[in-house]
């Protein structure tokens, strides 16, 4: 194995990090690595907000809650970004940006660029955890960062040293995800995920925090049980974006 791999197959999301804040030129490295992502068509249809100052990061511990949004080294915000494409002079079908496709296109873009971003922090020692959270309220979101039309949040980076380290959390079996040449069908994959149920179980029983008995699929069930973030394509769509 090396070591880039080494890095992808020893992620854990950090979700406790020490107060040390990350230098500039970490935070540079981090941040041009995750230029250096690959970009439909060279748009780069993104952009990256770095939140250094702690009473911002309060206002988006509010909406997200979660601790790590407040106390890390370096908090970056994802953004799906058509604006800046939208200001450039010669561009005048502005509904050519604002359909699905061009959405799609900024949340992959903004998406690869922030797992560059990941490999890069884990491979210089530091931990991570994304932050969808922050969709809470998309709204509160999209105001306290004063983001244009246009632009759509999509979700935090908390970047730090840490100071736990929780135990890696398994991953379905490798046939339930990787399909060759033709799509398996749910029944075929049924016993995979059921052999995933007693792993996760396993894990969960036994891993150094946060212990709990539950199985992949009592979890999912869980999650879909009710309708959440029911705001962001109406949010979205009154940011001009994902309307055709
Ligand atoms: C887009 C995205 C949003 C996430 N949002 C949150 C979040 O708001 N809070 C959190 O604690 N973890 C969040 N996570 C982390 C996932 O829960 C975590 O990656 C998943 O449980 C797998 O665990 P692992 O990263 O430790 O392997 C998010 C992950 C992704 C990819």
Not at 56 to 72: D, F, R, T
Request: proline share 5%; hydrophobic share 35%.
């Amino acid at each position: 194995m090396n070591q880039v791999i080494e890095t992808l197959m020893n992620h854990r999301s950090i979700r406790k990090f020490s107060d040390k804040p990350l230098n500039n030129v970490q935070i540079r490295t981090i941040v041009e690595s995750a230029q250096r992502a690959s970009t439909s068509s060279n748009v780069m249809a993104y952009s990256i907000i770095g939140v250094s100052d702690q009473v911002l990061k309060e206002k988006l511990y509010a909406i997200s809650g979660h601790k790590h949004v407040k106390k890390n080294g370096h908090l970056l915000i994802f953004c799906a970004d058509l604006h800046r494409l939208e200001q450039l002079d010669g561009i005048e079908h502005t509904e050519n940006l604002e359909s699905t496709e061009q959405f799609i296109v900024g949340t992959i873009d903004a998406s690869l660029a922030a797992q560059n971003a990941v490999v890069a922090a884990e491979s210089l020692g530091l931990g991570i955890c994304f932050l969808g959270s922050l969709r809470n309220d998309i709204q509160a979101f999209n105001d306290v960062l004063e983001l244009p039309d246009h632009v759509v949040p999509l979700f935090g980076l908390a970047i730090g040293y840490p100071a736990e380290i929780p135990d890696i959390k398994p991953r379905l079996p490798f046939p339930a995800i990787y399909h060759e040449n033709q799509y398996i069908p749910f029944d075929k994959q049924k016993h995979f995920i059921q052999e995933y149920d007693q792993t996760m179980k396993d894990y969960y029983e036994s891993r150094n925090s946060n212990n709990k008995q539950e199985t992949w699929t009592e979890q999912m069930s869980q999650k879909y049980k009710k309708p959440t973030r029911m705001d962001v394509g109406p949010f979205v769509k009154s940011k001009n974006l994902n309307k055709q």
